[in-house]
C-alpha cells in the first residue's frame, strides 16, 4: 500500500477536491472523526469547514496546518468499504493522528479505488502534531497494515533510464501518468521553446500551456498541463504544474529551455533530414522514410491545409529541433514549396493527421526563440512508442471545466510567435506597396 502525503494551508481546497470528486459520482464518504456528516449524504463545504474550525485555533503559527493524505491498495486488493475504512482509521491512528477530526473518502475515478483523508496537523490548543519523520513512520505503518491483512505489497513506481514513455492511457492514473511523462521528457529530451516542448509531449497524448494571472497582488507565471485523446480532446481535469511537482513548473521547463542552448548538436539530425528530403517524392515519402531513421515530424496545417510549422524529434539524439533551426532550407515555408501539391495526399494517408483549423500564418527562417502557446491537437497510430506526424491547434480555457480550487484565478499567458508576427508585418508591407499577398 502506497501512502502520499500532502501538507498544505487550504482546507477548503482539499474538502473541495474531494466533494468534485463526489459530484461526479466518482466518490463517497465512508467515515469521519469529529465531523457531523449529513444524513442524506450531501456535504456541504461550508458547513465541513465549519466542523473542523471548532476544533483549531482561532489563531496559531502553523501556516501549514492541513493533512491531505491517499491510501493506495495494490491493485489486485479488493476490498469492501468497511474495510478500507478499518485501514484508514488504524493508519490515522498509528500516525499519532486518531484523535484528530478527519474525513475519510473513497475514490472510484480510476479502476485502482483508493482512499483520501482530510484532517488536520494541530491540536484545540493550537500545538502542531509530531511531525517528525513523518513520511518514513507513514512506510512503516503500510508496511504493518500489508502483513497484518495479508494485502499485495505496492511500491511507489520508481523512474528508470530504460522506462518507455507510453501515451496516456484513460483507464489509468491519468495524474501520476501526466507527471511520469513530463519528468520523463524533461530527463531525457532537449528542448528551446514551449512549442518544441509540446510537440514531443504530444506524442504522448500530453500538452501544457502556460497560465499567467494575479495571486493577492503577486504577478504569478505557471503552467498547466492536460491529458488528450488521440483527436486532441481533453480526457480529464487540467493539472497545475505544482500539482505533479517541481520538474513540471515553469521555472523548471525554462531551465531546461536554456541548458539545451549548451548542449544541442543540430548537426546530426541535419544530415539525416538532409538525405532523406533529398530522396523523397512527396510529402508522405518524407514522413515515411524520417520515421525509418527513428524521426519524427510535428506538423501545423492552416484551414487551406497549407504548412506554417514543422517540428522535428530526433529519437536518435534525444532533440526537438523546429524547422528553422536546421536551416532555411527546413523551415515551414521551405517544406510547404517543395510538397505544395501534396495536400490531398495528406488527407489521405493514415500516418498523416487530418488538417486542423488554425490561424493561416507562415513562419520565417529565424524562430529560435519561439515560445508559442499554440497546443497540439494529437491524432496519431495506436501503437509504438514513437507516433507519426501530429498536427496542431490554438486551445483555450474556454473548452474546459476548471474546478480545481484556485485554479480560475488565473488565464491563459500571452505567447509570442517571432513566425507569426514576422508573417502579419510582411503582409503589411506588401499591403503598403500595394502588392496582393501571393499565397
Partial sequence: MVAKISIGSSLYGAL???????????????????????????????????????????????????????????????????????????????????????????????????IHIVTVNVNEQGKRLNQDFLFRRSKKITTELEEKYNLHKAQREKISPDMPIRKIDPSGDIKRQVANTVKMVGMRYKFQTLGEYNAILSLYNVKCEPADGKVNGREYHGLVYFATDDNGKTIATPFKASRLGKFASRTAIDGRFERAKEKIDVAPTKRK??????????????????KEHNIDVVLRYTEEGRIYGVTFIDHNTMTVLNGSRLGKEFSANAINERFNNQTNILADTPDVATPIVVPPVEPTPDDTHSDTAQEPAVNQPSSGQHQHTVTQSVSDFGDYDLPIPGLDLFQPGQSFNPDEEEFRRRMQRKKKKGHRPKF
Fill in 16 to 114: 473541495s477536491y474531494n466533494g468534485m470528486k463526489m459530484n461526479r459520482d466518482e466518490g463517497r464518504v465512508l467515515g469521519a472523526n469529529k465531523i457531523i456528516l449529513p444524513a442524506d449524504g450531501n456535504i456541504d463545504i461550508a458547513r465541513m469547514v465549519e466542523n473542523f474550525n471548532l476544533f483549531m485555533p482561532k489563531t496559531g503559527r502553523t501556516k501549514k496546518p492541513v493533512l491531505h493524505i491517499s491510501l493506495n491498495p495494490h491493485p489486485d486488493d479488493k476490498l469492501t468499504e468497511q474495510q478500507y475504512e478499518i485501514l484508514a482509521r488504524e493508519y490515522l491512528e498509528k500516525l499519532g493522528f486518531g484523535e484528530q477530526p478527519y474525513i475519510i473518502y473513497k475514490h472510484m475515478d480510476i479502476d485502482r479505488h483508493h
Fill in 273 to 290: 533530414v538532409t538525405d532523406v528530403i533529398a530522396h523523397s517524392t512527396d510529402n508522405a515519402d518524407f514522413i515515411a522514410k524520417l
